[in-house]
């Protein structure tokens, strides 16, 4: 995935108008391009053209339904773990091999390691986490979600 | 809701994205051997139930010019948690808020329902560093943090 901002000049008014409005969803019918493209004064033909660019360029790096696992009967946990940092690059290893586990990140925290497994059944959580501390010696601290404050971050382009 | 198989197939079809034509939903349903009214009827009872959080568009915050994110815990105590939480949540640049146990070692838990609050803020130039591991590319995620260059 593209790291670094785009060049100046990049995305002119309506690719904004794009990024900005396609953000809060698409509707679900026959032909929703142009439903919002009408909305943004453009053709439908231009708006999936703008799109098909914007995703090529790396301005957008999904397009489509974003899925609730939970709400399908799966589950997420956060998880952390303090890594000896000689160890650190072993470890991402062991913990990246596992297919439950979404996303991992280091952070400037005793808890330098932070990653987040995905299974389809809630069970599935204590397995992953076991099998990783079974497999570093380390031990994994688990922050389940109790309660959802906010989730909806946009950004304006 | 119990999404049957026909649902997982939907699913399945979409879950790397939806085709950049006209009528997207006649397209997945060609693939499928569906037709495009079941497979429309079916996303749109996804989308009410919550299956579907909604059929939009990801932004590469990086690439629209954001350059940093940070984490951050927050030990607050019980009786407030959940006014603060929200609150933190309204902020325009708090990405995501959650309240969750707390099991640090050197954070008591023995005092358990004990409750953190979790935000993932993404800021100008000047927020904490963090390093990307690894990520996996998750359609069924719609909450990550994201890699920071």
Redesign the interface.
């Known amino acids: 995935m593209r790291g670094a901002p785009l060049p100046p000049g990049t995305l002119d008014d309506a690719d904004r108008a794009i990024l900005n409005a396609l953000q809060d969803g698409l509707p679900i019918c026959p032909h929703p391009f142009a439903e919002i493209a009408a909305a943004l004064h453009l053709d439908e033909a231009e708006l999936i053209a703008r799109i098909a660019r914007l995703r090529e360029i790396g301005a957008v790096t999904r397009f489509g339904p974003f899925f609730d696992a939970e709400a399908m009967g799966g589950a997420f946990c956060l998880c952390a773990m303090a890594v000896p940092q000689d160890r650190f690059d072993a470890v991402v290893t062991l913990v990246n091999a596992l297919p439950e586990v979404a996303h991992n990140y280091e952070r400037a925290h005793r808890l330098n390691m932070w990653f987040v497994l995905a299974t389809e059944r809630p069970e599935g959580i204590d397995r992953a986490a076991a099998r990783i501390e079974r497999e570093t010696g380390l031990r994994v601290l688990r922050f389940p979600k109790e309660r959802e404050f906010f989730i909806g971050f946009r950004v304006a382009a | 809701?119990t999404?049957d198989a026909i649902d997982r197939r939907i699913?399945a079809a979409?879950?790397?994205?939806?085709p950049?034509?006209?009528?997207?939903?006649?397209e997945v349903a060609r693939w499928l051997g569906l037709e495009?009214d079941e497979v429309?009827a079916r996303?749109?009872a996804m989308?009410d139930?919550?299956?579907?959080?909604?059929?939009?568009?990801?932004?590469?915050?990086?690439?629209?010019?954001?350059?940093a994110n940070g984490?951050s815990v927050w030990d607050v105590a019980d009786a407030q948690v959940?006014d603060l939480?929200?609150r933190?949540?309204?902020l325009d640049f708090?990405?995501?808020?959650?309240?969750?146990?707390r099991?640090?070692p050197d954070w008591p838990t023995t005092c358990s329902p004990c409750?953190?609050?979790?935000a993932g803020t993404?800021s100008r130039p000047g927020g904490?560093?963090?390093?990307?591991?690894?990520?996996?590319?998750?359609?069924?995620?719609?909450?990550?943090?994201p890699?920071?260059?």
């Open positions: 809701m999404i699913i979409t879950s790397g994205g939806l950049l034509v006209s009528a997207p939903f006649a495009e429309i996303m749109a989308q139930s919550g299956v579907i959080r909604r059929i939009a568009l990801a932004p590469n915050h990086y690439a629209l010019g954001l350059v984490m959940d939480g929200a933190i949540g309204a708090v990405s995501h808020c959650y309240r969750r146990p099991a640090l409750c953190t609050a979790t993404r904490p560093r963090s390093r990307p591991c690894w990520a996996r590319p998750a359609a069924a995620m719609t909450s990550c943090i890699r920071a260059s």
